[in-house]
């Protein structure tokens, strides 16, 4: 970026700045002040035409919640996925993507601003506030209109910005959207009817998600394997409804919540014309609540289901942990159980993708359009004895996302093994669709190396991911941090340093269930320093604070 750029962008951050104070002090309207930033940030929308072209591309984001990659079919998984894999075939399938927390709403928040979680500062689920059954955790704030966001970006520009799906950032009012489709606005107050009807009936037949009422039929098996670890359950009881009633969602999938979404996307799509837009579809899915409408619940058998190989494969320090507890609860019959629903949720999505690609393809505007498909994190899915993502580990499990991208105009049909981040998906988006990124960004764009104008040993060689224990009161304001667990991803090896000191290696080639930690073996020990060398210049760069 070029020096006046980069001038450009630290007036524009400063004129934000004074704006919000002012806006503060006056205590002028969110929409004002979004005008005011806007009229003062014309310059973010004057990068340089991306090669491919004067017409920027579109852009649409499909992002799933806790998809673990392993399990889809262009990764090699159980499920037949032919949609997610069209994407796959036709585009870029990056093998070793990562996020940057395998959790929601930080890993979320790093997607739309390019920072990393300690950065941005949402270091905690966002949770409603107005859901008595969950404590509200510490952090009070989402993302905000100050934020600098992609999207917020390519709107200045021009693009009509649209989100459809499961937001978990708490603030859905922001002025750049064009429209919002969240799972607790307008999808909740759509079912709202239905699902006081469902709280009518008998409390064993439904399931309490966050205020969703769910009817659901649970498997016989699936209850009998429950009844031995009551003492597990009721030490849980925010979430007792969550895992023991997985089973089959008794409404019609056109009611459920990412059809809904898909709805939304398609009928956006086809209303747009030939504008501009960046729409982000957001699947809720296969995230919990662990249930599936018919014909998808009825597509696997649980007694035909193979449990991940690395399954028995566990260590210590997770014994404890939700993940765990779990599945010591409802044993393999209830893991099965599980990934039944868990593989019907992705068929059910691939579904969904299918429509939306068709919808599309009928606009014509397929190719002019930047496809990306990814995940906010993954979900345990029984490796390592455990279910979720509620632990402490950063097994691929988890930390590793699926990650394709689909442009022709611009990339060819590949695999690829670069370390990427969802941290690099802002810097990527903007250089495709011709956007200055601001230079505040902490990812690195990946389009000189999928199209070959850089080379991949002049790539980053490692990929972060974090932990941070959050600290009273609202998490986004910076300061001293405790409780701090890190990783280093990259070159066939993984590092792991845990916020009580302990250690791990783990040889992803040779061990790529991370069944071995090889931390204390002296062979190893030039590999354990050059990552934990990575690890610290990493945190200079970016501004880490012990």
Known sequence: MGSALRGSWRLVVAAIGMMVAAGARARIGRRSLWRSILASGAMIAVGAQAAVGARAPNVLVIMCDQLNARVLGCYGG?????????????????RNASCP???????????????????????????????????????????????????????????????????HLLDDDLPYYTDMFTEHGAYAREMAPAFDAVRK?????????????????????????????????????????????????????????DVRVADKVIDCIRSMGGGRFMITCSFNAPHDPNVAPSPYYEMFDPAAIALPTDSDAREPRHEKSWSRQMVLGFGREGLREFLRVYYAMVRMIDDQVGRILAALGESGQTDSTVIVFTADHGDMAGGHGMVWKSNSSFYDEIVRVPLLIRYPPLFRPQECDLEANLVDLMPTLLEITGRTCPPTAQGQSLVPFLTGR???????????????????????Q????????????????KYIRYADAGEALYDLRNDPGETKNRIGEVACAPRKRAMADALEEWQGRTDWRQ
């Open 478 to 493: 910076r300061g001293e941090r405790a409780g701090a667990s890190f990783m280093v991803r990259g070159q066939g090896w």
């Open 454 to 476: 850089k080379a991949a040993s002049e790539a980053r060689r490692f990929a972060f991911c974090e932990r941070v224990t959050p600290g009273k009161g609202n998490t986004r």
């Open 201 to 257: 009936t008998g409390r064993d037949s439904w399931m309490d998600w966050y205020g969703w009422a769910l009817p659901v039929s649970i498997d016989s098996r699936y209850r009998e394997a429950l009844v031995a670890a009551e003492s597990i359950w009721s030490a849980r009881a925010p979430h007792l409804d969550f895992v023991k009633k997985m089973g089959r969602l008794e409404m019609p999938p056109s009611k459920s919540f």
């Open 101 to 167: 927390w395998p959790v929601c709403s930080p890993s979320r928040a790093t997607i739309v601003t390019g920072l990393y979680p300690h950065s941005h500062g949402i270091t905690y689920n966002v949770m409603r506030r107005d859901y008595p059954a969950v404590p509200a955790p510490p952090t009070e704030e989402g993302i905000k209109v100050t934020d600098v966001t992609t999207e917020g970006i390519l709107h200045a520009a021009g693009y009509s910005t649209h989100f459809y799906g499961k937001w």
């Open 78 to 94: 159980p499920v037949q996925t032919p949609n997610i894999d069209r994407i796959a075939r036709e585009g870029v399938l990056l």
